[in-house]
């Protein structure tokens, strides 16, 4: 991880609200260690949005879940990122210092968060091996398409040739030999048992 980008991750724990600190600093150290997102301020990106939707509508709980709901889309998370983030909105909204004073009441968004994470559950439960393998896949391309200009940077004009000659049937359309009868009618035919 570049410095530039640790600067980053560390701006999102380095506030003056240290409840908020706590739960940013642990949730960057679970996502370095379970490697569960390719960047790793998607996360801290999405919780902090999280934690401005359901404090902007605790009075709406059902509201408040939905609107998540759509934002964990909008990113385009998996199952297992969309859980893990759902978990960690549960603790926040727990254990939160509004949650404390009394002045909110958060049980009905605590349920309606606990009803979603179980039914994250058992999607994943049910869930094929073979979406589960397709989504990896689909993300390991992702990634490395990414990293394609400076891959073949790297290479030998050789190697980068013959990496382009294989993916330029993906590319351009494959060029088909065509006979000058081809589209006209069929000749008259010199015989009628021809």
Same mark, same amino acid.
């Not at 397709?134 to 990293?147: A, F, G, S, V």
């Not at 000058?180 to 009628?192: A, I, R, S, V």
């Given at each position: 991880?570049?410095t530039? *980008?640790? &600067?980053?991750?560390?701006?999102?724990?380095?506030?003056?609200?240290?409840? =908020?600190?706590?739960?940013?600093?642990?949730?960057i150290?679970e996502v370095?260690?379970?490697?569960?997102?390719?960047? #790793?301020?998607?996360?801290? &990106?999405?919780? $902090?949005?999280?934690?401005?939707?359901?404090?902007?509508?605790?009075?709406?709980?059902? /509201?408040?879940?939905?609107?998540?709901?759509?934002?964990?889309?909008?990113?385009?998370?998996? @199952?297992?990122? /969309?859980?893990?983030?759902?978990?960690?909105?549960?603790?926040?909204? /727990?254990?939160? +210092?509004?949650? *404390? @004073? %009394?002045?909110? +009441?958060?049980?009905?968004v605590?349920?309606?968060l606990?009803? $979603?994470?179980?039914?994250?559950?058992? +999607?994943?439960n049910? *869930?094929p091996?073979v979406?589960?393998?397709?989504?990896?896949?689909?993300?390991?391309?992702?990634?490395?398409?990414?990293?394609l #200009?400076?891959?073949?940077?790297d290479?030998? #004009?050789v &190697? $980068?040739?013959?990496?382009?000659? /294989?993916?330029?049937?993906?590319?351009?359309?494959?060029?088909e030999?065509?006979t000058? @009868?081809? %589209?006209? #009618? +069929?000749?008259?035919? *010199?015989? =009628?048992l021809?």
């Open positions: 991880m570049n530039k *980008k640790a &600067q980053t991750l560390e701006s999102y724990f380095d506030t003056e609200n240290e409840h =908020w600190n706590d739960f940013a600093f642990k949730i150290c370095i260690q379970r490697a569960n997102f390719t960047n #790793p301020e998607t996360p801290l &990106q999405t919780f $902090r949005k999280a934690v401005d939707i359901f404090t902007e509508h605790l009075e709406t709980p059902l /509201k408040a879940v939905q609107m998540f709901e759509i934002e964990t889309n909008k990113r385009k998370l998996n @199952t297992n990122q /969309k859980l893990f983030l759902f978990e960690w909105v549960l603790r926040y909204v /727990k254990y939160t +210092e509004f949650n *404390k @004073t %009394g002045k909110y +009441e958060v049980s009905d605590a349920n309606l606990k009803s $979603r994470i179980e039914r994250l559950k058992a +999607e994943l049910n *869930k091996l979406v589960d393998i397709r989504d990896t896949l689909k993300e390991l391309i992702r990634e490395e398409l990414e990293q #200009p400076k891959t073949l940077k290479l030998e #004009p &190697q $980068r040739l013959n990496v382009l000659c /294989k993916l330029m049937p993906y590319v351009l359309p494959k060029v030999s065509i000058h @009868t081809l %589209g006209e #009618p +069929e000749p008259p035919k *010199k015989h =009628w021809d």
